[in-house]
């Protein structure tokens, strides 16, 4: 090979080490991101399409499937999309920087709060995991309900199940405790009579806080009522002890 053949074939080397150096990720596949809220993790799942800097997919969680866009410039990751809450729109944009296998970054929820988010890349052997049988629900406490204890509790925002969780601390009539969803948790109290339970709290937001008055009636299979948050209508909910 002559030094003219040698020069040509080192330049063409050298020339495409960038383009190597700085090939776009790939995020395509299936996606489990953790949602870490101030009580606690949450988990949801991202199948992400890429198309050179264009992505699109599909985010799956309790409350349904929503499909998104977005972009990756390099390892920088932005997806976003629109959750409808009985009527209201909640835009969601999630940001990341994505490192192999392996996302981190903040979740907005449209303007109420942002919360850290981290995300792993399944494998094709991983299978979502088991949730074990539900134990039979507690007896009710005489003629009433003694409800202290931990909770699984489901909000259904207009067809979208919003999955939460409960403790609560019953004296008497009067109860106390916490409710926990995806956007954190808030201190509840209220009042157990017979097998009636009415809760009254405020879920603060950037525009301020919001009312949101509990009912609902303890049965063999746990709670099932109303929510009524203020200036957004009622919402149905159910409860059954956490095993």
């Given at each position: ?7 040509v ?9 960038p383009?190597a ?8 596949g299936d996606?489990?991101?953790?949602i870490?809220s ?27 499937s929503?499909?998104f ?15 409808n ?10 940001t990341g920087t ?5 996302i981190t970054?903040n979740l ?13 890349r399944?494998?094709?052997?991983a299978?979502?995991a ?19 204890g ?9 067809g979208?199940q ?13 109860v106390?405790?916490?409710?926990t ?14 097998k ?7 879920v ?5 806080d ?7 009636d303890?049965?063999p ?5 109303k ?5 957004m209508?009622e919402?149905d909910w159910?409860g059954k002890?956490?095993?």
């Amino acid at each position: 090979m002559t030094r003219r053949k040698l020069c040509v074939l080192a330049l063409a080397i050298v020339a495409s080490a960038p383009l190597a150096a700085f090939a776009q990720t790939d995020v395509s596949g299936d996606w489990l991101v953790t949602i870490e809220s101030p009580q606690g993790p949450a988990t949801i799942d991202l199948t992400m399409k890429q198309a050179g800097e264009a992505l699109t997919g599909t985010v799956t969680s309790p409350m349904g499937s929503v499909d998104f866009k977005g972009k990756v410039l390099k390892d920088a990751l932005s997806v976003s999309y629109t959750l409808n809450v009985q009527g209201n729109s909640i835009d969601i944009t999630m940001t990341g920087t994505v490192a192999g296998d392996a996302i981190t970054g903040n979740l907005d929820f449209g303007g109420l709060g942002a919360v850290p988010w981290t995300a792993k890349r399944k494998t094709a052997s991983a299978a979502p995991a088991s949730r074990p049988a539900s134990a039979a629900p507690a007896p009710a406490a005489g003629g009433g309900g003694e409800i202290s204890g931990k909770w699984d509790i489901t909000f259904n925002m207009g067809g979208n199940q919003m999955p939460g969780s409960a403790t609560f601390t019953q004296a008497g009539d009067k109860v106390t405790g916490t409710i926990t969803s995806l956007a954190g948790g808030v201190p509840v109290s209220g009042t157990m009579t017979g097998k009636t339970l009415k809760l009254e709290f405020n879920v603060p937001t950037q525009q301020g806080d919001m009312a949101v008055t509990m009912t609902g009636d303890l049965g063999p299979d746990g709670f099932t009522g109303k929510a009524s948050l203020a200036g957004m209508g009622e919402v149905d909910w159910t409860g059954k002890r956490a095993n």
